[in-house]
């Protein structure tokens, strides 16, 4: 079983339209969660970490939900420029040298 | 300006023969890794270093090998390049492993082994 999963999508939506991705994972010992952004052909670049109690940047809004092992991801009045790869990362409490990185969902803003 | 840099950013080179890909930082992090890009298989850890002089195995260590001599830099070593090593690299660095920074990664290193 992979240590991250997520759905690969795409996920075709219209401008302004909300879409929100979900990522499970596997450990429960699992202590440090993220999300990226990969543009395509480029490198990932971190949009934002997840903590215990949610947090929200802007037009996003990370979600952690421990008892069922996931975390989600939710975007709102979606732009054009938000049309990339969204990368679900988790850190192990036991093994912190490690970064787990799932597959990617794809998100295509359509005007 | 912090930053994680990579060269060269495309390379075609033939089977056999001996590459390296530099990987350099100067946020002064402890943590530093390698990860390998495919399609339909994400990304995946080759190495990864603690700290100077600290090297271990990621998850596809077969066929690389790393060196972390000074804190700034991190080279991925191919000693005889086979084809299906053809993948794009990133070197990725993080204020220490664990950290809740997250990494900061380079521009990638797009390798062709023919």
């Known amino acids: 079983r992979k240590e991250v999963e997520q759905d690969p999508g795409p996920f075709n939506v219209p401008e302004g339209a909300t879409v929100a991705f979900n990522c499970t994972y596997s450990?429960?010992?699992?202590?440090?969660f993220f999300w990226y952004r990969q543009d395509c052909r480029k490198e990932p670049k971190l949009l934002m970490s997840?903590?215990?109690s949610g947090n929200e940047d802007g037009r996003f809004t990370a979600q952690l939900n421990r008892a069922s092992q996931y975390i989600s991801l939710l975007i709102r009045d979606s732009k054009l420029s938000d049309s990339a790869t969204y990368l679900c990362?988790?850190?192990?409490?036991?093994?912190?040298?490690?970064?787990?990185f799932g597959s990617g969902t794809k998100l295509n803003v359509k005007p | 300006e912090a930053q994680v840099t990579q060269n060269p950013r495309y390379l075609i080179t033939v089977t056999g023969k001996k590459l390296t890909v530099t990987c350099s930082q100067n946020?002064?992090?402890?943590?530093m890794s390698w990860y390998r890009q495919d399609p339909g298989l994400g990304l995946r850890q080759i190495y990864y270093?603690?700290?100077?002089?600290?090297?271990d195995k990621g998850d596809v260590p077969e066929g690389y090998k790393v060196s972390r001599k000074e804190k700034r830099n991190f080279p991925l070593i191919l000693e005889s390049p086979s084809p299906n090593q053809t993948s794009l690299y990133f070197c990725?660095?993080?204020?220490?492993?664990?950290?809740?920074?997250?990494?900061?990664f380079g521009s990638g290193t797009r390798l062709t082994v023919v």
């Open positions: 946020m002064n992090h402890e943590y």
């Open positions: 450990n429960s010992a699992s202590q440090s």
């Open positions: 997840v903590y215990s």
């Open positions: 990725a660095s993080s204020l220490y492993g664990g950290s809740d920074y997250g990494y900061t």
């Open positions: 270093s603690m700290n100077v002089e600290v090297t």
């Open positions: 990362v988790v850190n192990s409490l036991y093994n912190f040298n490690k970064f787990y």
